[in-house]
């Protein structure tokens, strides 16, 4: 899968190279973070390359958010595209996780809630 | 004994215990107790109703004697003067004749007789055989004159009530100023039921753009029924009086009926009543229609580009059900030559033999067989053929409106086009597909807000998957998309064929229980302004997604 996991001052930022997250690519779309999951570690989604993302995405995202909270970890998605906007705001996204517009405001407001 | 009771209905089942042990079958009919406690006369006579053997002073009952008179003497039809020989010959056949009912059998039947000094009285005669005495039968006698009265006159009064509601009917409920349009020929047809039942329908022109089709329908019969009609149509024309509007548009739907609701609701709630009916706007230049319906019928559509039908149905309770409810006004797109009929259910549930109903499906199948008719004539042939469906004429006012949409001048420019996909499992290939084909035609004509057309296009994206999900049925199948951009309205058609889904419920957020599926359908009502089902023959099915546009790219 198509991905970039980097870490900045002990958060870690996935940013998916998929253009489209559907049903097809979900399984195995946040394997990269299971370790940093189970440690209940602090994430960033950066949305910023994804375009499309469909009901079985959506679920797998509200999946994640779910893992991490459980876990004791936080989250916080950024960069989403317009398309991927309208769909967090249908469902009202921003109730259960921060969107950020971009990812340095994402890095900042965790750091900031770990100080 | 038991036989006998069984016989007569309404043979007093209380005797003391002592008579009936010393009384004989014969003696037990003599008993003019029974008599009394029947109001009428138990005699014993022969097979053919002419020599009475016993009881005979009970017919001073039926003549009016004082109590304890001599029987009266001679035939029975000579005693009660019976007038109508053909009635009497039908309750004692000859035998032999092997015309008449089975001689064992009950006969029963009311024939009139003129009783010496008491004139002309209706007498109810039941007779069947004495068992164990062959040759004989029992016959019980009343005097009906008064009931018979009543009836005629309660007749009387029901056909004057009839009259009177029809009359409203023809003046108030029914009638309206015709309404030109370049683009709908229509056509209205009203028959009141011999009872009259309070149907109301309008064709009005509120705004340049639209005209407004109004058909319902009051519970019950009657002038009652057609008082609550025009109390309804008062409260309808009332609201949209003092409604305020812009220059040359019309009130909203839903205010129009949010109004008449606040109006209309107390009336029904105070006389128990119940109103169904359905409001239809058809906008001449965006060919496209919205609607609003409280309970009532469906509207048949039938589609002359694909020489289909369907059934137009909402999701809201009749007026009167309960105080106020949060009703929805759904939108559909037509097209040149398409037809709507509107009517109630009259017509849909007039009973025909065998327990039958002229239904919805026969309307479609009419409407297609005879698209090409004009409306009046659609109208006229409907309603022909539901008289000749029904047994014995309409039980029910039976009232139509048949709208034909004609060639539009000028024509208006539109987006539209349409894909045939195969739905497999999953649908990915098929969703990708629609998915660049719709953002292309948004991004030429779509909203001016890409988040908008995001949106959009991810409703429809999960329509589709949703369809092959649930609407095949766990099948394979195809699904024809047709969409459309036209004055400012996106429509969005999926035809398929497949079993019943509930597609116009809306969930409740599945986000705040951290759901990993099930937002599709909250995405699709999150995003469309109208989300909804027809069905057609069979098990063909159209899910409508329909959004307005305000900001539609040029």
């Known amino acids: 899968m198509d991905y970039e996991l980097t870490e900045s001052n002990g958060i870690s930022v996935l940013k998916p190279g998929l253009r489209t997250v559907d049903q097809n690519n979900v399984p195995v779309l946040f394997e990269p973070l299971r370790p940093i999951l189970e440690a209940g570690g602090r994430i960033v989604l950066d949305l910023s390359k994804v375009q499309f993302i469909n009901s079985a995405g959506l679920g797998a995202i509200v999946g994640l958010i779910r893992d991490v909270e459980q876990k004791g970890g936080q989250i916080r998605v950024s960069s989403p595209l317009p398309t991927v906007k309208a769909l967090f705001n249908m469902v009202h996204l921003s109730s259960i996780v921060a969107i950020d517009e971009d990812t340095a405001a994402a890095l900042s407001a965790l750091a900031r809630n770990n100080g | ?554």
């Open chain 2, 1 to 554: 004994m038991k036989t006998l009771q069984r016989l007569f209905r309404h043979w007093p089942g209380t005797m003391d215990e002592r008579k009936r042990q010393k009384q004989s079958q014969s003696c037990v009919v003599e008993e003019s107790a029974f008599s009394i406690i029947a109001q009428g006369a138990f005699l014993v006579c022969d097979d053919s109703g002419q020599a009475v053997f016993s009881g005979a002073e009970n017919l001073a009952i039926v003549a009016g004697l004082p109590r304890g008179s001599p029987g009266l003497s001679g035939s029975l039809p000579d005693a009660l003067g019976v007038l109508d020989a053909e009635a009497w010959a039908a309750l004692f056949p000859v035998s032999g004749s092997g015309s008449g009912p089975e001689k064992g059998s009950l006969r029963e039947d009311t024939v009139s007789c003129r009783i010496p000094g008491k004139g002309t009285r209706f007498i109810r005669i039941r007779n069947a055989p004495v068992p164990g005495s062959p040759g004989r039968r029992l016959v019980f006698l009343k005097d009906e004159t008064e009931l018979s009265e009543s009836r005629e006159r309660l007749a009387r009064a029901q056909s004057m009530d009839a009259d009177a509601s029809a009359r409203l009917q023809a003046a108030v409920l029914v009638n309206g100023e015709h309404v030109d349009s370049p683009v709908l020929e229509y056509a209205c047809s009203a028959m009141p039921s011999k009872l009259v039942d309070g149907d109301f329908l309008d064709v009005m022109r509120l705004a340049p753009d639209c005209v407004d089709v109004l058909l319902g329908d009051v519970m019950g019969k009657g002038m009652d029924a057609a008082i609550m009609g025009v109390v309804i149509k008062v409260g309808l024309f009332r609201s949209l009086a003092v409604m305020s509007r812009a220059e040359g548009s019309a009130p909203s739907l839903r205010d129009i009926c949010a109004a008449t609701e606040r109006v209309i609701t107390p009336h029904l709630l105070a006389r128990r009543s119940i109103a169904t009916f359905s409001y239809m706007r058809l906008y001449e230049t965006g060919f496209f229609a919205e609607f609003v319906d409280f309970g009532h019928t469906s509207i048949v559509h039938y589609r002359k580009a694909t020489d289909s039908c369907r059934l137009i149905k909402g999701a809201d309770m009749p007026l009167g059900f309960v105080e106020k409810q949060a009703f929805r006004s759904f939108l559909f797109p037509y097209r040149e030559g398409d037809l709507f009929v509107v009517f109630s259910d009259g017509l849909s549930e007039c009973p025909g033999q065998g327990g039958t109903y002229f239904g919805e499906e026969r309307i479609m199948r009419v409407a297609r067989s005879r698209a090409g008719l004009p409306p009046r004539e659609l109208c006229d042939t409907l309603v022909r053929l539901g008289f000749e469906f029904s047994e014995s004429g309409f039980a029910d006012d039976v009232s139509i409106v048949c709208v034909r949409v004609l060639k539009p001048e000028p024509m208006v420019s539109e987006q539209a086009g349409s894909l045939n996909l195969l739905l497999r499992q999953g649908a990915v290939h098929a969703s990708d597909k629609l998915r660049k084909a719709l953002t292309k035609v948004l991004d030429t004509a779509g909203s001016t807000d890409p988040v908008e057309n995001g949106g959009l296009v991810l409703a429809c994206v999960e329509a589709l998957s949703n369809i092959a999900e649930h609407g095949l049925g766990g099948l394979s199948g195809h699904c024809l998309v047709e969409w459309r951009i036209r004055s400012g309205l996106l429509s969005v058609e999926f035809n398929y064929k497949g079993p019943d889904f509930d597609w116009l419920a809306r969930p409740q957020s599945h986000i705040e229980s951290y759901a990993s599926r099930g937002y599709g359908i909250e995405i699709m009502h999150s995003a469309m302004d109208s989300v909804l089902l027809c069905k057609g023959f069979g098990n063909e099915k159209t899910l409508v997604l329909c959004r307005r546009l305000p900001c539609q790219k040029k």
